[in-house]
C-alpha cells in the first residue's frame, strides 16, 4: 500500500520533462536505472531533499466511487528524501498501523522515476511537480482503496508540504 503511495507521489514529481537518461534498457525491457541522474529540467532531487508532510493524499480506483483521502480521513503520509536519492514513505490511515516503503528516486529518460527496495528491478515512472513549496505526485499506483486487504489499480494525488 505504501508502496504504490509513494510511487505515485514522485510520479507526480516528475511529470516535467527532465534530462535524459541514457535509453539502454535492462535485461527485461524496463530502465536500467544505473544509468539515471539525480538532476532533471525542472527540479532536482537536491530540490526535494528533506522532511514532507502531505496534506492530500487521495486514492481512487478509476471508473468507480471508492475512494480514499488518507489525510481528510484523519490519517499521515510523511515522506523522507536524502541527497542520493533514497527516501522512505510513511502512510498511516486513520486507526491503522503506519506502512513504509524505501527505495531511490532519480531522473530516467527525462521522466522522474521510483526504484523500490523490494522491486529493485522493477521501476516505475510517476508525475511531479515542485512549485510554491508544494510537492505534488500524480499517477496510477496499487493501493488498497477499499480496505479488503488487496492492492487496487488506483489513482493517487499526493500533495505535501516541507516538514
Not at 29 to 34: A, L, Q, R, T
Not at 65 to 93: C, H, M, P, R, Y
Request: with cysteine; net charge negative; glycine share 10%.
Amino acid at each position: 500500500m505504501v508502496k504504490n503511495i509513494l510511487f505515485i507521489s514522485f510520479l507526480l514529481a516528475s511529470s516535467v520533462s527532465l534530462m535524459s537518461c541514457s535509453s539502454d534498457e535492462d535485461d527485461e525491457g524496463g530502465i536500467n536505472f544505473s544509468d539515471c541522474s539525480l538532476n532533471g529540467p525542472n527540479f532536482s532531487i537536491s530540490d526535494v531533499v528533506g522532511n514532507w508532510t502531505a496534506t492530500q493524499a487521495n486514492f481512487d480506483i478509476p471508473g468507480t466511487s471508492q475512494q480514499i483521502d488518507v489525510v481528510a480521513e484523519g490519517g499521515t503520509a510523511t515522506l523522507n528524501v536524502q541527497s542520493n536519492g533514497a527516501f522512505t514513505l510513511l502512510i498511516t490511515e486513520s486507526g491503522a498501523s503506519s506502512e513504509s516503503t524505501t527505495g531511490d528516486l532519480a531522473f530516467c529518460e527525462g521522466l522522474f522515476t521510483v526504484r523500490y527496495d523490494d522491486a529493485p528491478n522493477d521501476p516505475e515512472i510517476l508525475q511531479g511537480s515542485l512549485n510554491d513549496g508544494v510537492f505534488t505526485i500524480t499517477g496510477s499506483v496499487e493501493y488498497d482503496v477499499d480496505g479488503d486487504g488487496s492492492d487496487d489499480n488506483a489513482f493517487v494525488i499526493l500533495k505535501m508540504e516541507r516538514s
